[in-house]
């Protein structure tokens, strides 16, 4: 089952590459939230921290990571469900992934 999800990821993010308004940040966090997705044995809704994914994308700034992650959720390739529980994740569904 991981190996089907490998594929589909990395036929997802071949596609996202083509994309012109992405940047490299933009990348760096859907590679982060695939990372995620593949430990979890998940191909659509990912649990995840903000600290979790800033660490695993090397964005080093709050702001810097709010900035790509909000564009993501614009140009409607993430949905995101945040979790204002302190001892839940919150919720990333990636939108269209192949």
Known sequence: MKTDIAKKGLIYL???CHD??????????????ARLAYRQNEDKIIRVSRSKLMTMSHINTAPT???YFK???????????????????SIVEILNPY
Do not use: C, M
């Open 14 to 16: 071949d596609n996202v």
């Open 20 to 33: 012109p308004r992405l940047t490299v940040w933009h990348i760096s966090l859907l590679l982060a939230i």
């Open 65 to 67: 990571y709010h900035k």
């Open 71 to 89: 564009e993501l959720q614009n140009y409607n390739y993430i949905k995101y469900t945040p979790s204002y529980h302190p001892g839940y994740r």
